[in-house]
């Protein structure tokens, strides 16, 4: 009997007990980088499930590859890209024939006008014929003559491009005129892989396009993600740290891609008006949900310059934006306040809002 | 008895209290069957219950963490009981079973992400252990002499 | 033998500074060790270097078009020093310290990576 009471202690003590279990399953996290769209792109998810996190991680770049294959301008490799590319598509027929495009492109094409318009052409996706001038494209670059660029210049308008909605097809409707998607394909990549992250349930993720980032949700421990602003003159040091969740942060500068001429940088951001560089700005970066939006929105900042790039930046909902200019001086939306900490280094003086 | 403490155990598992609560009546349940059934059989009941345990809830993964722990854990205790029990007191032995269970657990999780960044929590792995394990040292102790009272 | 408990106790309390230092340990290592260099040629793994730890280096990289890069290596930091592409750009780029940081010379399919952890930001837009 006594034998007996001893198990029955010991079976309550068991009943208690699952001392052996571990807490519920951790996140784990899954990364990768590939090299696309002249860049480095970076995805860093989280998930409990390993085959779901490698899943996620190859169809988040799947789409990376899809929307390079749309818009690359210029093929490598002998690739036949030519089948795949919308634009090239687009561009051979200038002033010839509407060409169908897939939604993507079609997206694309939507979204930049829309932005070229909101902006007065300070944005403009026809500037192809302008980066072709200057050789942005296909690396020999050289600073054309004012008689060019202006001859040239004649080949830029947004307002020159047709879009069919209904048929799916976009028409340029002069010779010689050409869409670059450079300034929106990586954007747009972006938001088309966070996408596909969110379907697969993923909460918690981080893509780095290039320096163009999206934030899927918080940290894995609910933290917001804490995403650096390069210093535009030191490639080793980060002028200000901005916290998001959910949110597209990408930035814009004058050393990304240049040449040097005779002492004097050339960089690729040109102002569509003028065919030539904007100068008052060495960098801005947009906060805004949409990653598309973002990378797009960067461009007409960035040559609006710093008073009217700060106005048209107010004047747009749930987008934020830092302003470096040539002189040094900082400036940022008001809305970006309360994520936004600047981290003191490089001597930029930062002009805060009243 | 061994064999009929874990037929039993077979047909009931109940998740119970608190993890806190259940890991110290785990280690009281351990540490008693090393006292009072041998060290065979305590190390037989560990494992048992360490596949019961993943069977019903767990995965592979939670099964080598809770394993290697635990099996630790109870060799530990079973050689100092067996050779040592005259100049160790229980609660020590106990603090010093929940030290080895909570570094095996850390070492495996360390060897599972590859990384040994895990340590970080070392000390207050150690320190949470060495605390429990004093109150399932005095607890079995208790239990363990009124028990063996009654069983003679 | 009858201080035993005495010598458990002691080397219980022992156990619990080492962790203590254990634990720092691997947080720095968390830090600043883990800093190294990733050499792509070609969309290949062609080399890794730490650079917590690391002296003055140069390496020249060829690639199998007979074209080459030269990277630069001290403690703390790299870059492409020179390249036989047109363009220069890789060069350009100058030193890269920050985990995420590229240099990247895209005529000779060649780039070199900063990875590692860092603990102010969890990433870099530039």
Request: hydrophobic residues 40%.
């Amino acid at each position: 009997m006594k034998r007996w009471s001893l198990v029955i202690i010991f079976l309550f003590i068991i009943f208690a007990c699952s001392g052996c279990k571990l807490k519920s399953a951790q996140l784990k996290e899954f990364t990768d980088e590939k090299f696309l769209m002249d860049t480095l792109i970076q995805v860093t998810v989280y998930s409990d499930d390993e085959q779901k996190g490698k899943e996620a991680l190859d169809k988040a770049f799947a789409e990376f590859e899809r929307i390079n294959n749309l818009t690359d301008r210029f093929p490598k490799d002998g690739k036949n890209t030519a089948v795949f590319s919308d634009v090239i598509r687009i561009n051979e027929n200038a002033g010839i024939k509407p060409v169908q495009v897939s939604t993507d492109t079609l997206n694309i094409v939507q979204r930049s006008l829309y932005y070229a318009q909101l902006s007065g052409g300070s944005f403009d996706i026809t500037i192809g014929p302008i980066m072709d001038l200057w050789g942005f494209g296909k690396n020999e670059q050289h600073v054309p003559s004012d008689e060019q660029i202006q001859k040239t210049l004649s080949l830029v308008d947004y307002r020159k491009v047709i879009v069919d909605p209904d048929n799916g097809t976009v028409y340029l409707q002069k010779p010689g005129m050409s869409l670059d998607f450079g300034g929106v394909a990586k954007g747009y990549a972006t938001e088309e892989a966070a996408k596909v992250l969110r379907e697969l349930g993923i909460k918690h993720a981080l893509i780095n396009a290039g320096g163009n980032v999206y934030a899927l949700g918080t940290k894995p421990d609910g933290s917001l993600w804490r995403v650096g602003v390069r210093d535009p003159r030191n490639e080793n040091g980060i002028i200000a740290v901005l916290s998001v969740k959910d949110t597209s942060v990408v930035t814009s500068g004058d050393y990304e891609r240049y040449f040097e001429e005779r002492g004097v940088r050339y960089s690729h951001l040109i102002d569509p008006s003028t065919g030539k560089q904007a100068r008052d700005l060495m960098q801005t970066t947009v906060v805004t949900e949409s990653s598309t939006d973002a990378d797009i929105l960067n461009k007409p900042l960035f040559v609006l310059g710093h008073q009217r790039g700060m106005s048209f930046a107010e004047s747009l909902q749930g987008v934020g934006a830092i302003f470096v200019g040539a002189d040094k001086q900082v400036t940022f939306t008001g809305n970006l306040t309360n994520q936004l900490k600047f981290t003191g280094d490089g001597d930029y003086q930062i002009i805060h809002q009243k | 008895m061994a064999t009929v403490l874990n037929i039993l155990e077979r047909t009931i598992v109940i998740p119970g209290a608190s993890p806190g609560i259940k890991l110290g009546l785990a280690n009281i349940m351990t540490l008693l069957s090393i006292m009072m059934l041998g060290g065979k059989d305590a190390i037989i009941i560990v494992a048992v219950r360490c596949f019961l345990g993943a069977l019903v809830g767990g995965n592979v993964i939670s099964f080598l963490f809770s394993i290697t722990g635990g099996l630790l854990s109870v060799l530990v205790m079973v050689i100092m009981w067996r050779y040592l029990n005259k100049y160790i007191s229980i609660v020590n032995i106990s603090m010093v079973g929940a030290v080895f269970h909570n570094i095996g657990q850390l070492f495996v999780a360390s060897l599972i992400i590859h990384d040994f960044s895990v340590y970080v929590i070392l000390p207050i792995l150690m320190i949470s252990a060495i605390i429990t394990g004093y109150i399932v040292g005095i607890v079995t102790k208790q239990l363990y002499k009124s028990l063996g009272n009654r069983m003679i | 033998m009858k201080n035993l408990n005495y010598y458990i106790l002691a080397s219980l309390l022992l156990l619990v500074l080492i962790s203590f230092g254990v634990s720092h340990l691997v947080q720095r290592q968390m830090t600043e060790g883990d800093l190294r260099l990733e050499i792509y040629t070609d969309g290949q793994l062609y080399r890794k270097i730490s650079l917590s730890e690391a002296s003055n280096e140069e390496i020249k990289v060829p690639n199998k078009d007979g074209h080459y890069n030269v990277v630069e290596i001290e403690k703390g930091r790299a870059r492409i020093k020179e390249s036989d592409c047109p363009n220069q750009m890789c060069v350009k780029t100058g030193w890269i310290s920050q985990p995420g940081q590229i240099a990247v010379c895209v005529p000779n399919k060649f780039n070199i990576v900063i990875k590692g952890k860092s603990n102010k930001v969890d990433t870099i837009s530039y």
